[in-house]
Antibody, heavy 115, light 106 residues
Framework: QVQLVQSGAEVKKPGASVKVSCKAS????????VNWVRQATGRGLEWMGW????????GYAPKFQGRVTMTRNTSTTTAYMELSSLRSEDTAVYYC????????WGQGTLVTVSS | EIVMTQSPATLSVSPGERATLSCRAS??????LAWHQQKPGQAPRLLIY???TRATGIPARFSGSGSGTEFTLTIAGLQSEDFAVYYC?????????FGGGTKVEI
């Protein structure tokens, strides 16, 4: 069965960077994009960007351009999302999701930014 | 970017009743529209894609309709496990965008 398993919760100070991983299994990793979506507490879903699982090509939402980097390791079928210059407003649960239609989601990773 | 607007923000219904949720796009997204369900403390789950196709394992009481800029999610005969927040998402244009959500409550 398709599974996306994300790394554990992180606590970071303002100005730092965080890197969240998303381990994919149960399907051919290179056949699908991986998308990243975040959700602040009590708020809605916010799409951050996508990465082609085969080529590694990426596309980022304008809001995150310059601060986010999405990469992958095809040998370990793992996708990564790194967000830099963290501020308190980046405190949220970060999700990975498969494909444009987001047919499978990771369990989420809580990132807390606090001094 | 395409703005997705959902209404109402909150929908109060009784078990067994029908719920109708709306989603409007600021410009046409063709049929590239998905609906996701999210329960408290859980990741979202895909319900509908292509505006009207149920995802694997989704019960027939969930149905989607619409194209272009106007879309509807209908839940026929609400069950207790259906009380949740529902998000529409367009995937026709970059950046992908979500609506603000509709909370379906008892």
């Amino acid at each position: 069965q398709v599974q996306l398993v994300q790394s554990g919760a992180e606590v970071k100070k303002p100005g730092a960077s965080v890197k969240v991983s998303c381990k994919a299994s149960g399907y051919t990793f290179t056949n699908y994009d991986v998308n990243w979506v975040r959700q602040a507490t009590g708020r809605g879903l916010e799409w951050m960007g996508w990465m082609n699982g085969n080529s590694g090509d990426t596309g980022y939402a304008p809001k995150f351009q310059g601060r986010v980097t999405m990469t992958r390791n095809t040998s370990t079928t793992t996708a990564y999302m790194e967000l830099s210059s963290l501020r308190s407003e980046d405190t949220a649960v970060y999700y990975c999701a498969r494909g444009r239609i987001h047919d499978y989601w990771g369990q989420g990773t809580l990132v807390t930014v606090s001094s | 970017e395409i703005v997705m607007t959902q209404s109402p923000a909150t929908l109060s219904v009784s078990p067994g009743e029908r719920a109708t949720l709306s989603c409007r796009a600021s410009q046409s997204v063709s049929s590239k529209l998905a609906w996701h369900q999210q329960k408290p403390g859980q990741a979202p789950r895909l319900l509908i894609y292509g505006a009207s196709t149920r995802a694997t394992g989704i019960p027939a009481r969930f149905s989607g309709s619409g194209s272009g800029t106007e879309f509807t999610l209908t839940i026929a005969g609400l069950q207790s496990e259906d009380f949740a927040v529902y998000y529409c998402q367009q995937y026709n244009n970059w950046p992908l965008t979500f609506g603000g959500g509709t909370k379906v409550e008892i």
